[in-house]
T-cell receptor, first 116, second 113 residues
Framework: GAGVSQSPRYKVAKRGQDVALRCDPISGHVSLFWYQQALGQGPEFLTYFQNEAQLDKSGLPSDRFFAERPEGSVSTLKIQRTQQEDSAVYLC??????????????FGEGSRLTVL | GENVEQHPSTLSVQEGDSAVIKCTYSDSASNYFPWYKQELGKRPQLIIDIRSNVGEKKDQRIAVTLNKTAKHFSLHITETQPEDSAVYFCASFYGGSQGNLIFGKGTKLSVKP
């Protein structure tokens, strides 16, 4: 596609439900990043993939958060047993290069998660 | 770890005036500083970036300056237009992780026609 595509754009979950958020990066992009953006805040790093390898998951807030990119393209961010504090916009970004400082990051429009 | 402070949180200017947004960072090892523009409900988009071996960079009406000694960098927008209205985020990369950009909290810029 022409850009980074995320789905669903909006998700409402009841507390305790599991959710899965999908990211389709730009074709051929090596790097894929997930960020969490709370209302009125800047994005916060969650995890980073280089191809299928998850090189950094230091930003994942708890073991309820899990991300994968099994074939080095599409990525899924899974949140188990959602809590109200998980409510945020989850942004995916991809880059042709490795690392955030070697090439432009292209962001998707985000998945807005609301946990009731 | 790295910390990025961004000021002001809101900025209102008249069309045609200049706007300046300032950020400070804490880790002297930081070496890459991008700026992102995010319109309401839209994705962040890179508008300009600067590396630590450069003091200033310009792209038409947008410029970024970096003072490594003082550990601050600034975004300058000249001849502002209503379409410049958006939230602007500065960010810093310090090499601790290849994915970990540290973002400021954002500046909401309003350009009044």
């Amino acid at each position: 596609g022409a850009g980074v595509s995320q789905s669903p754009r909006y998700k409402v979950a009841k507390r305790g439900q599991d959710v899965a958020l999908r990211c389709d990066p730009i074709s051929g992009h090596v790097s894929l990043f997930w960020y969490q953006q709370a209302l009125g805040q800047g994005p916060e790093f969650l995890t980073y993939f280089q191809n299928e390898a998850q090189l950094d998951k230091s930003g994942l807030p708890s073991d309820r958060f899990f991300a994968e990119r099994p074939e080095g393209s599409v990525s899924t961010l899974k949140i188990q047993r959602t809590q109200q504090e998980d409510s945020a916009v989850y942004l995916c970004a991809s880059s042709l290069s490795t690392g955030v400082n070697t090439g432009e990051l292209f962001f998707g429009e985000g998945s807005r998660l609301t946990v009731l | 770890g790295e910390n990025v402070e961004q000021h002001p949180s809101t900025l209102s200017v008249q069309e045609g005036d200049s706007a300046v947004i300032k950020c400070t960072y804490s880790d002297s090892a930081s070496n890459y500083f991008p700026w992102y523009k995010q319109e309401l409900g839209k994705r962040p988009q890179l508008i300009i970036d600067i590396r630590s071996n450069v003091g200033e960079k310009k792209d038409q009406r947008i410029a970024v300056t970096l003072n490594k000694t003082a550990k601050h960098f600034s975004l300058h927008i000249t001849e502002t237009q209503p379409e410049d209205s958006a939230v602007y985020f500065c960010a810093s990369f310090y090499g601790g992780s290849q994915g970990n950009l540290i973002f400021g909290k954002g500046t909401k810029l309003s350009v009044k026609p």
